[in-house]
């Protein structure tokens, strides 16, 4: 049966954020993840945590100045100061509080900049990853498809498997999100099959809506056993956005069985 991390960037969403820990242990979790937790005092989400029993699994890097576009900076030229700056405190979130990886946000890169993106992108992810080895904190490169952040460097599976390749360092892998390789690549199984060797994290939501994985597209206890059958014995991230409320919400593990 697989294993759980609750985004509680997402669920559990009518909740000041550090409160959304508690909910997440009230409701069965013993793991949480999340996107950006630094308006949070570390020391005050790490007594959260640790008051509840819960282990924060995963978050990101900062995205940057989101209102002049950014989502992300790994792959923005002139920008390597920042994208340091942000893995710095990323990082230092991780050891403080124990989080085994990292999503590093690549941004939103224009058209006819991609080639030398791709290489800043590049040489920022395998200095980034050197940086943090000795913590053993994993970096996770995440493909956003191109309807919901378009520009947005990566968006292939495929691409990331190639890149992390190029990278060339053990502790950068590919963070497989159903809901964004369904919409870009299909074909999910054999994707699973091809990056076996590589993905390091997984994300689930119904496809096309977002919501609970018990609707639409994606036929899910299939995916749970072809992760299982390919090896793949990693927490599984619930990123996805309640139809209503998370807890009422959360029956669709009983009805697809895994709980």
Not at 7 to 23: K, M, Q, S, T, Y
Not at 34 to 43: G, I, M, R, S
Not at 222 to 244: C, H, Q, S, T, V
Request: some cysteine; hydrophobic content about 45%; charged content about 25%.
């Amino acid at each position: 049966m697989p294993a759980f991390t609750a985004n509680i960037a997402f669920l559990f969403a009518d909740r000041p954020f550090v409160e959304r820990i508690d909910a997440a242990r009230a409701a069965g979790f013993e793991n949480v993840e999340c996107h950006f937790p630094y308006d949070t005092p570390v020391e005050t989400l790490k007594a959260r945590l640790d008051g509840a029993g819960v282990r924060m699994t995963g978050l990101n890097t900062a995205p940057g100045d989101i209102r002049a576009g950014d989502w992300g900076l790994a792959g923005l030229i002139g920008r390597e100061d920042d994208f340091e700056a942000g893995v710095r405190q990323a990082a230092d979130y991780a050891r403080a509080l124990g989080t085994p990886m990292i999503h590093v946000m690549a941004g939103v890169v224009d058209e006819d900049a991609r080639p030398q993106a791709y290489r800043t992108y590049v040489r920022n992810l395998r200095s980034a990853a050197r940086a943090v080895a000795a913590d053993g904190i994993t970096l996770l490169l995440e493909p956003l498809n191109a309807r919901d952040r378009p520009g947005y460097l990566v968006s292939r599976s495929d691409d990331i498997a190639e890149l992390i390749g190029e990278i060339g360092e053990p502790n950068v892998r590919l963070l497989f999100d159903a809901y964004h390789v369904q919409i870009m690549e299909g074909d999910l199984i054999r994707r699973i099959e091809r990056h076996a060797p590589v993905i390091g994290h997984v994300q689930i939501a119904a496809v096309p809506s977002r919501a609970e994985p018990d609707e639409g597209e994606v036929h899910f206890p299939a995916i749970f056993d072809a992760l299982a059958a390919n090896g793949y014995d990693g927490l599984i991230g619930l990123e996805y956005k309640p139809r209503g409320s998370t807890e009422e919400g959360l029956a669709w593990m009983d009805r697809l069985g895994v709980r």
